[in-house]
């Protein structure tokens, strides 16, 4: 599939999903006239990615932990390196810390909500 119809069938823009290309995360094939073209597994592929980069991870760490995940077409799995699992855990504690942070900043709000109310 072409570059728009990619980006149509995810959501990503042209731009990203370019961008995913230089930084290693995407590839496409060529066409003979030079357009890109994805084959099916590129719609799971860049879901991944947006679902990574909503996670809080960066495109470094996005690459590195690509090869390690399946793709739906069944492409080969790397085994993960132990960094690689200490750093995503890490990643991991980062987003939990955040999550308490918004819900001790709800709970807040909660308050003061109930309070102002007559």
Not at 49 to 69: D, E, F, H, R, V
Request: net charge positive.
């Amino acid at each position: 599939m072409r570059i728009g119809e990619l980006a149509r069938r995810t959501g990503v823009s042209e731009r990203s999903l370019r961008y995913y290309e230089t930084q290693g995360l995407l590839r496409a094939e060529r066409t003979p006239g030079g357009h890109r073209d994805y084959g099916e597994w590129a719609v799971d592929r860049v879901i991944r990615i947006q679902a990574l980069y909503a996670a809080g991870l960066c495109s470094k760490k996005i690459a590195q932990l690509l090869p390690c995940m399946r793709d739906a077409d069944g492409g080969p799995s790397a085994i993960a390196t132990p960094r690689l699992i200490a750093d995503l855990t890490a990643e991991r504690d980062r987003i939990d810390r955040t999550i308490a942070d918004l819900v001790r900043s709800r709970d807040v709000l909660d308050e003061v909500i109930d309070t102002a109310r007559p």
